[in-house]
């Protein structure tokens, strides 16, 4: 198998916004490496939709899985999203296949720290302000054999079942490992918290935040899809793709675009 290679990456992503109209952008550095935005505005007013990923470097599947999104199913909603999207935001991670970042830091704890890594400013100076109604957060479950997603969600109808559903015609779901906590039942994490409380409550209870607890800040609906890094990286990249493509018809639906 190949080696994860940014250039390559950097490469495709040009190539992705020249073909779409959109905008890549060089925003932070860090370890050495280039950290970039893809923004693809869409209509004038469209609603934003995110997607992030490469946060953990030992997740391959993640930006492989954006990228084969961006070339061939992103075309089809442009005329109805403004997408943004954080491709790679641990590149020294994933060349060296290392989940944390040069001084062994996890970026996905970082979000409430001051001062915070670059990867993490860059992601708060351009989501500050804005709206999204939906974020996807893409990971990977080295461990696991089956697919699982978080959905954490104060009012509406979840995604979960259609993205199960979905994901399970490229292969399995997760149905928990022993002494999982929270558990997780075919596919979705059984969250246990309080439905008293807001998420935005829940997380400032919290002293350190992974992106998605940033998220509940700035997004109506956020999830985080783990596809099982036990199985092949095509099987995994075609599970991302299916986690992008279901998230944005759903979020379509629920809009009434
Ligand atoms: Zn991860």
Same mark, same amino acid.
């Given at each position: 198998?190949?080696?994860?290679?940014?250039?390559?990456?950097?490469?495709?992503? %040009?190539?992705?916004?020249?073909?779409? /109209? +959109?905008?890549?952008? #060089?925003?932070?550095?860090?370890?050495?490496?280039?950290?970039?935005?893809?923004?693809? $505005? !869409?209509?004038?007013?469209?609603?934003?939709?995110?997607?992030?990923? !490469?946060? %953990?470097?030992?997740?391959?599947?993640?930006?492989?899985?954006?990228?084969?999104?961006?070339? %061939?199913?992103?075309?089809?909603? =442009?005329?109805?999203? %403004?997408?943004?999207?954080?491709?790679?935001?641990?590149?020294?991670?994933?060349?060296?296949?290392?989940?944390?970042?040069?001084?062994?830091?996890?970026?996905?704890?970082?979000? *409430?720290?001051?001062?915070?890594?670059?990867?993490?400013?860059?992601?708060?100076?351009?989501? @500050? /302000? *804005?709206?999204?109604?939906?974020?996807?957060?893409?990971?990977?479950?080295?461990?696991?054999?089956?697919?699982?997603?978080? @959905?954490?969600?104060?009012? +509406?109808?979840?995604?979960?079942?259609?993205?199960?559903?979905?994901?399970?015609?490229? /292969?399995?779901?997760?149905?928990? @490992?022993?002494?999982?906590?929270?558990?997780?039942?075919?596919?979705?994490? &059984?969250? #246990?918290?309080?439905?008293? *409380?807001?998420?935005? #409550?829940?997380?400032?209870?919290? $002293? *350190?935040?992974? =992106?998605?607890?940033?998220?509940?800040?700035?997004?109506?609906?956020?999830?985080?899809?783990?596809?099982?890094?036990?199985?092949?990286?095509?099987? &995994?990249?075609?599970? #991302?793709?299916?986690?992008?493509?279901?998230?944005?018809?759903?979020?379509?639906?629920?809009? /009434?675009?």
């Amino acid at each position: 198998m190949r080696k994860p290679d940014y250039d390559d990456v950097i490469e495709r992503l %040009h190539a992705v916004a020249d073909d779409y /109209g +959109g905008q890549l952008t #060089q925003y932070a550095e860090a370890d050495g490496y280039p950290l970039y935005h893809l923004d693809l $505005p !869409g209509p004038e007013g469209a609603p934003r939709f995110l997607l992030s990923a !490469g946060i %953990h470097g030992e997740e391959p599947g993640a930006t492989t899985g954006f990228l084969a999104w961006s070339e %061939h199913d992103l075309a089809k909603w =442009l005329h109805i999203f %403004h997408i943004e999207a954080f491709p790679c935001l641990n590149p020294w991670g994933f060349e060296r296949g290392i989940r944390y970042d040069a001084v062994e830091r996890d970026l996905n704890r970082c979000f *409430k720290d001051d001062p915070a890594p670059p990867a993490v400013q860059m992601v708060r100076r351009l989501t @500050e /302000g *804005k709206r999204y109604a939906m974020a996807v957060d893409m990971h990977e479950d080295c461990d696991y054999y089956g697919f699982y997603v978080y @959905e954490r969600l104060e009012r +509406g109808p979840n995604v979960a079942p259609a993205l199960l559903q979905r994901i399970a015609l490229e /292969g399995p779901l997760s149905y928990g @490992e022993e002494g999982d906590e929270p558990p997780i039942e075919q596919g979705l994490v &059984r969250m #246990q918290w309080p439905k008293d *409380k807001t998420l935005v #409550q829940l997380a400032a209870e919290r $002293p *350190k935040w992974p =992106l998605a607890f940033y998220l509940y800040h700035v997004a109506d609906h956020v999830i985080t899809v783990e596809t099982p890094g036990l199985q092949p990286l095509d099987v &995994r990249v075609r599970m #991302q793709r299916a986690a992008a493509e279901t998230a944005l018809s759903f979020t379509q639906r629920r809009l /009434g675009l």
